[in-house]
């Protein structure tokens, strides 16, 4: 009966390695997720927004794989919806000289509209990089 149980757990998670998220760039759905196969140097991004009495905060944390990742560049956009689409507000870009890199940004004065942040990352390994360009939820003021 152990032997069963073994051998029904092994298969269990031998189908369920297989699955797999990832990012899409042409994707606007908002991401938060983990990176497994995907992508060679990047293990985790996300993009967040909260807005507070007209204020935005703008956050952007890349993972790259600790020992191969060695540079992060982050280009944080924050947008304002305009119908349906999406006009710039401003933007900010950062370069760590790491696996990771945490990005935080604010925006006061903001008029009343709803908002959200586009994420583009480059994670490097060495002189190879891979880009991956994610956004956050939307948030109104």
Known sequence: MKQLISVLLSLFLIIGSGITAYADPEEDAPVDIEITEEYQYTNRISSS??????????????R?????????????????????SWSYVTSWNKTYNTWLG???????SLSSGTY?????????SGSDYETITVYSSTASC
């Open 64 to 84: 790259g794989f600790s020992g191969l990742a060695d540079k992060i560049t982050i280009t944080q956009t924050l947008q304002k919806q305009n119908g349906s």
């Open 102 to 108: 945490t990005f935080v940004n604010t925006k006061s």
């Open 116 to 124: 959200r942040v586009k994420t583009v990352a480059k994670v490097y």
């Open 49 to 62: 927004l909260s807005i507070s009495n007209h204020t935005a905060t703008c956050t952007s944390i890349v």
